[in-house]
């Protein structure tokens, strides 16, 4: 089966500062990957999503990158701003089968 | 535009009883997911519904039993509710191979 992780549990930056947060799979043939911010006492919220036959996926002012060969995919904020502050969670999935979820980052932003 | 709506938001439950956590969602979609959150872990799915009239377990459905009493709404049954069980419950639903939506939760303590 899949198994999803994460590098750090909880990250700080400065405002104003680019974070990066990171999330490792074990499953060579999973194929589509999505972030998700997760505000205290919300539920989920989509952020960007990648399939993979592609390397590099850009929204605002987020970017997600993903390496097969390592089986690593990272979310990437520029300019954090307090509003960044949350818990961040990969999700993964092969063949349109259910996704299996990371543990999550706190990302905090500070002044 | 409500997405997906979870009822109750909190529920304080004794050992042994029972309660249903209700869900709905008003964007058509097919596919319907009850997971549960619980610290340090990633959401882990209990039951799914892949469309109406068909309902599936996922990694945790012991404790657990499920309705989809039509396209929109699929509840969760604790019939006998043990503390173990205490966590958030979150509802989602996607349609295709698309991201899914979350619901804001049901925070569920059982003493």
């Known amino acids: 089966g899949e198994s999803v992780g994460l590098h750090l549990p909880t990250l700080s930056v400065q405002e104003g500062d680019n974070s990066i947060i990171n999330c490792a799979y074990s499953?060579?043939?999973?194929?589509?990957f999505i972030w998700y911010k997760q505000e205290s006492g919300k539920g989920p919220q989509f952020i960007i999503d990648?399939?993979?036959?592609?390397d590099k996926r850009q929204g605002q002012r987020v970017t997600v990158l993903l390496n097969k060969t390592v089986k690593h995919l990272s979310l990437q904020i520029a300019a954090t701003q307090p509003g960044d502050s949350a818990v961040y969670f990969c999700a993964v999935s092969y063949a349109r089968q259910n996704f299996v979820f990371g543990p999550g980052t706190r990302l905090s932003v500070l002044p | 535009n409500a997405g997906v709506t979870q009822t109750p938001k909190f529920q304080v439950l004794k050992t042994g009883q029972s309660m249903t956590l209700q869900c709905a969602q008003d964007?058509?979609?097919?596919?319907m997911y009850w997971y549960r959150q619980d610290p340090g872990m990633g959401l882990r799915l209990i039951y799914y519904s892949a469309s109406e009239g068909t309902t599936d377990k996922g990694e945790v459905p012991n404790g657990y039993n499920v309705s989809r009493l039509n396209k929109r709404e699929f509840s969760l049954r604790l019939e006998s509710a043990a503390p173990s069980q205490t966590s958030v419950y979150f509802c989602a639903s996607k349609t295709g191979n698309q991201p899914q939506h979350f619901g804001d939760g049901t925070r569920l303590s059982i003493l």
């Open positions: 964007m058509n979609h097919n596919s």
């Open positions: 990648i399939r993979s036959n592609m």
């Open positions: 499953n060579s043939a999973s194929d589509y």
